[in-house]
């Protein structure tokens, strides 16, 4: 299978602090791979470096190269619009903008260029659809996002990133604050968009890592110390510290 992400020799540091060490790791196209282990091991840094979010970080810098479609990310002539367009990103606490719901999606299609408010529309209608949001909220477009649900803002959020049409996803934690119902509907969401979507998910839930990602990274201390299917990570799990944490 194509590989929609390849990273080599990746090492991050934040001033003098050495964060990540010598990652190599590739994500296969239209798959979900979670990224599990102890808070603080560099799995949120790690995902953040996919679409150059650490940039906004003082003192940051890397070494080593991410490939995602031929080219490397951090090359100088990489647009980082463009770039965060093709990765989008959710994070662990949706964050809706203070704008309709409707607004919401279609900012990010306005912001990229497009005029034709009959596209947009479609656009807006197809992907609310795609998140399971539509059949709740079309009667009340125009009602502020805020007056959703956390789970509803969250699928939402999911809706923002998938209407600019991107070919990766991360999501950083995103069902931890949500009830077991809203997650529930959150996982589906995931296995739906992954025919046409790669997704990396960060995730300190290892059932929701059984449950919906083919491939699992283990990071520890900075380092990946074990990357496989997920069904032989959590029965046959090669590493003592995988194996510790998974038990």
Not at 143 to 166: D, E, H, K, M
Not at 206 to 224: C, D
């Amino acid at each position: 299978m194509q590989n929609a992400i390849d990273v080599r020799n990746l090492n991050t540091y934040f001033s003098n602090k050495q964060v990540l060490k010598d990652i190599n790791i590739s994500f296969e196209k239209n798959t979900i791979t979670s990224l599990i282990g102890p808070s603080g091991c560099g799995k949120s840094t790690f995902l953040r470096t996919l679409n150059r979010m650490n940039d906004l970080v003082p003192g940051f810098r890397k070494e080593g190269d991410i490939i995602i479609d031929d080219r490397d990310i951090y090359d100088p002539n990489v647009d980082v619009v463009d770039l965060r367009k093709n990765v989008g990103m959710v994070f662990q606490k949706a964050n809706p903008f203070p704008k309709s719901i409707y607004e919401n999606v279609a900012y990010g299609l306005r912001v990229h260029g497009e005029e034709d408010e009959d596209k947009i529309e479609k656009i807006v209608k197809k992907t609310l659809k795609a998140v399971a949001l539509w059949d709740e909220v079309e009667d009340d477009l125009e009602r502020s996002a805020f007056n959703l649900s956390g789970g509803q803002q969250q699928r939402l959020c999911i809706a923002r990133t998938i209407a600019v049409s991107p070919e990766i996803i991360l999501m950083d934690e995103p069902c931890s604050a949500l009830d077991p119902v809203s997650t529930i509907k959150i996982e589906d969401l995931m296995n739906e968009l992954k025919k046409n979507y790669t997704i990396v998910i960060v995730t300190h839930n290892m059932q929701q890592a059984s449950r919906v990602s083919k491939y699992t990274s283990f990071f520890l201390n900075g380092e990946v110390i074990e990357t496989s299917l997920t069904d032989e990570m959590f029965l046959h799990p090669k590493e003592e510290q995988t194996q510790n944490y998974i038990t």
